[in-house]
């Protein structure tokens, strides 16, 4: 089983979620809550599989109650606000749904979620365990996002490239597509990358090989290196291609 949490302030919308999960046998709603400090006391209390969290409430957002949450805890958002979806994402939210929920979107979700067996997670990331686990691909780390507060839950499998800004870097991933810029260098992230599928091609720029579907040559002085639908290409100058070239021709 499943055990799920409810989380938002609307009555109306516990119950028709409720109504929703009814139909799948393999959840069972251990807690309805409908505040945040209900939630955090639930929380500890339920330590639940799965929580569907509604973003805005009395007294906040339910972005501060991820702290709470157990690592192998997934969250779900439902939101009547588009504008969080990037943000969801980043922290590593299974899924984004927009009321009133759909039927059929919700089918989606729960096909997300089957696929993440609650008790693999918790043998792979028991709580608290650190986050980083090292340089494999099926590793997941917790990074600081630029000046915004939050931190973003990564699968390195799915970083397909990353650009040194300096102090931060500029990350493209997929799954969901989304383009994210971390206050963190690019010597750290290559500390935790698997050399056997990154490639550092030249000093600002490192590429997940096996993702690249293609390139396109631009001009003498530029090449842009695709990774599949939505995810953000990437331009690389002569040198780089020269060497990205040459590590695909090797694989």
């Not at 606000?81 to 927009?98: C, M, P, T």
């Not at 600081?144 to 507060?149: I, M, Y």
């Amino acid at each position: 089983m499943i055990a799920v949490m409810l989380v938002d302030d609307e009555p109306l919308a516990n119950a028709g979620m409720r109504e929703l999960l009814s139909a799948y046998r393999e959840i069972e709603i251990t807690a309805v809550v409908g505040s945040l400090a209900e939630a955090r006391s639930a929380l500890r209390a339920h330590r639940p599989n799965v929580v569907f969290l509604d973003v805005e409430m009395p007294g906040g957002d339910t972005f501060s109650l991820l702290p709470a949450l157990d690592d192998v805890t997934r969250v779900v958002f439902v939101t009547a606000h588009e504008g969080y979806a990037v943000d969801a994402f980043a922290v590593g939210a299974v899924d984004y749904l927009v009321k009133p929920v759909d039927p059929e979107r919700l089918a989606e979700t729960m096909r997300r979620l089957a696929a993440l067996d609650p008790e693999e997670a918790a043998a792979r990331y028991p709580a608290g365990e650190p986050t980083s686990l090292g340089p494999t691909a099926g590793a997941r780390l917790t990074v600081p996002l630029r000046a915004s507060g939050l931190k973003a839950v990564v699968d390195l499998a799915d970083i397909c490239w990353i650009e040194s800004l300096r102090n931060y870097t500029r990350v493209a991933m997929q799954n969901p597509p989304r383009l994210l810029i971390f206050r963190r260098r690019l010597s750290e992230w290559l500390a935790d990358l698997p050399e056997a599928t990154f490639a550092r091609i030249s000093r600002s720029e490192a590429i997940q090989l096996s993702l690249v579907t293609h390139t396109e040559w631009k001009s003498r002085s530029e090449t842009r290196v695709f990774f599949g639908d939505g995810v953000e290409p990437m331009s690389l100058g002569r040198a780089s291609t020269q060497r990205l070239n040459a590590l695909l021709a090797d694989g």
